[in-house]
């Protein structure tokens, strides 16, 4: 049958409409209503997004005698807007170098004057004491902390003293929460760093982590009433092609009982998008913004998702980073960056990875903020950090029921192609908002996204959001909602408070352009962050977006802003 044909008053609307944006490349994309009529993720923590610190380099994060308050100020912030900090992962090379000794009572660590561990780092090379514990203790109140042991020293004495770490983290952890214990980092490469000799292999490493779990778990867990389901193998670095895929370790018993126990908690993996004296291509930041090579990169990742999530375990990303060891300058530390990592949460969100890390360490231009002076520059917050406020804000939005889905944007023209991306956001089972990625290169172009909420939504107002800065280049100056983040102390201050509104029409349709090397968040019926969100312990944040870090809540300004804020929801429920 043909489709009948439309009203010359359509077609001439229609044109009216579409005219100014001929120039402009666009899609049309259709988004649920419903959440039931979508593929979508389950729900998202509000700790989802986030960061992984290299245990050497802790104190540069939180402080030594003084604790580091632009650290400390940067995760309260995402708490509020989440209702609950981000996860933080203490874990990486060095957990393997390091010993626990109570009587070094200092902030910091030592170098171990008796070492007598293997490889080209030595696995007790680092003695560190109740300051290790102190220093994690200041991240904000609640945070969940998955904390590395040392797998790889082997002395007589390694049992011992691995469960007198566990059980220093488990007495010395108060104001943050321990989560999940990691057994050895990336075991996968121990032949290669010299930690592990002869047979060494992921059947080994499933013996190993098992014995060493059992221990700990008798010793330290049970006694203090904690579940023996508290740990995260294998924490590899990447599994092709060794005998360290999630598979072979099932089928060596890794998930299997031990004296009537099941130790395993979660699926733990480790990747980098591309890591430099690895990746053979040239890293550019070009190819970071072509947001299919993440695809391309990630594809052996994503079917090892899926076996995890078949057995049962949820999957976790504890090491994660755009440019690996330490980043590079000019790509992981731009805006371009910023689009990546935004895109790169969520796109995990719709595998249905349970949380991602960003790995940091003090001298990294991958890391989210430079916590402390380094290559002759004080502390500053690079762009990526409001790509982590973004995603924390649209957690935040549903109040622990956001879940996200991929919008399929199929094929688009060449010059976009890689560039485009498009999710949706449901919040208590109903469509709440688009987050929209142009991540072309370059500041000239747009595009336009053509978006059908569905005839329920017809004629509501949406609210955008914009993550974006002057260029893809930009090294600062990013803002993320109106929102800029102070490099001295971390906290938020709105920098634009204009609202940017569009109103959907009798069909709930809408076309939203997005600037090239730009993101925004369409969020239905408000402002994002203008709303309490919800904590996990049943109290509220006071919101975000209207709210600086630091501003009084009585102050008539703040007060006029959300009397606003309120009333137009009003207006739009009306
Ligand atoms: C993610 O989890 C949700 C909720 O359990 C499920 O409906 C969806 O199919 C899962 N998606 C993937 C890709 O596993
Ligand atoms: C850091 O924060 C603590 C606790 O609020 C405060 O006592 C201390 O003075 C602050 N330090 C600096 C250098 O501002
Ligand atoms: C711990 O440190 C103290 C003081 O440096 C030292 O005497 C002791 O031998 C160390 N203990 C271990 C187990 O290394
Ligand atoms: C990191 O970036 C700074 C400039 O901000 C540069 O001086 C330094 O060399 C870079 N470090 C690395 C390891 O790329
Ligand atoms: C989240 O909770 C706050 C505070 O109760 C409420 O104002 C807001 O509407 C809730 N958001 C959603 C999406 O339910
Ligand atoms: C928030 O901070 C900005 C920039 O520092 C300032 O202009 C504005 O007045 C502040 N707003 C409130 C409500 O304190």
């Known amino acids: 049958m043909l489709p009948s044909s439309p009203s010359w008053a359509t077609i001439m609307h229609s044109l009216a409409l579409l005219a100014p944006l001929t120039a402009a490349q666009s899609i049309s994309l259709s988004i649920q209503p419903k959440r039931a009529g979508a593929a979508v993720s389950d729900n998202l923590s509000p700790s989802f997004a986030g960061f992984g610190i290299e245990p050497s380099n802790l104190f540069s994060f939180t402080g030594n005698d003084n604790p580091n308050n632009f650290t400390i100020q940067l995760l309260q912030n995402l708490a509020d807007y989440s209702g609950a900090p981000p996860h933080i992962r203490l874990g990486g090379n060095t957990q393997d170098y390091m010993l626990y000794n109570e009587s070094y009572t200092k902030f910091g660590w030592e170098k171990n004057p008796s070492s007598i561990g293997k490889g080209a780092i030595a696995s007790d090379s680092m003695i560190i004491g109740p300051g290790f514990f102190k220093a994690i203790d200041r991240f904000p109140e609640g945070t969940w902390v998955t904390y590395g042991l040392n797998l790889a020293y082997d002395g007589s004495d390694a049992g011992d003293l691995r469960v007198k770490m566990a059980q220093a983290a488990v007495d010395n952890l108060k ?26 292999d992921g059947k080994a490493y499933t013996a190993a982590f098992l014995d060493a779990a059992d221990d700990i778990y008798k010793q330290v867990l049970k006694p203090a009433g904690l579940p023996a389901m508290f740990f995260e193998p294998p924490a590899t670095a990447s599994t092709i092609g060794n005998t360290f895929e999630i598979t072979q370790l099932t089928n060596n018993g890794l998930l299997g009982e031990r004296d009537g126990n099941y130790y395993v908690g979660w699926w733990n993996q480790h990747d980098y998008f591309q890591f430099i004296g690895v990746t053979t291509e040239p890293i550019t930041l070009d190819n970071l913004m072509n947001l299919d090579s993440t695809n391309v990169q990630f594809q052996y990742w994503e079917k090892q998702i899926k076996i995890a999530l078949s057995t049962g375990v949820p999957y976790v990303l504890r090491e994660m980073s755009s440019v690996g060891p330490i980043g590079m300058h000019m790509v992981s530390d731009t805006f371009g960056a910023a689009l990546w990592t935004l895109n790169f949460f969520l796109y995990t ?32 917050v690079r762009p990526q950090y409001y790509a982590h406020a973004a995603v924390h804000q649209i957690i935040g939005n549903g109040n622990g029921t956001t879940q996200i889905g991929a919008l399929d944007i199929g094929k688009v023209s060449s010059d976009y192609t890689g560039r485009i991306r498009a999710y949706s956001a449901y919040a208590n089972g109903n469509i709440q908002s688009a987050v929209l990625i142009n991540s072309k290169p370059g500041t000239s172009g747009s595009y336009t996204f053509n978006l059908n909420f569905g005839a329920e939504n017809a004629n509501k107002k949406i609210y955008l959001s914009y993550l974006t800065a002057d260029s893809h280049t930009a090294l600062s100056g990013t803002t993320w909602n109106g929102i800029s983040f102070d490099d001295k102390t971390g906290k938020a201050s709105i920098v634009d408070d204009s609202l940017s509104v569009q109103t959907l029409d009798g069909s709930g349709q809408v076309g939203i352009q997005v600037r090239d090397s730009q993101a925004l968040v369409a969020n239905l019926d408000w402002q994002l962050g203008s709303n309490e ?15 600086n870090s630091s501003a009084s809540t009585t102050s008539t300004s703040t007060m006029a802003m959300l009397i606003g804020a309120v009333s137009m929801i009003f207006i739009c429920f009306a």
């Open 349 to 380: 969100a719709t595998l249905n990875v349970t949380s991602v890390q960003m790995h940091m360490t003090d001298n990294s231009n991958a890391s989210a903020w430079q916590p402390t002076d380094h290559y002759g520059e004080p502390a500053h």
């Open 533 to 547: 969100v919800i904590k996990q312990d049943g109290s509220a944040t006071a919101g975000s977006r209207r709210k």
């Open 175 to 200: 104001n943050t929460q321990l989560y999940s214990f990691e057994i050895g980092n990336e075991p996968d490469l121990w032949l290669q760093n010299g930690f592990r000799t002869g047979a060494w």
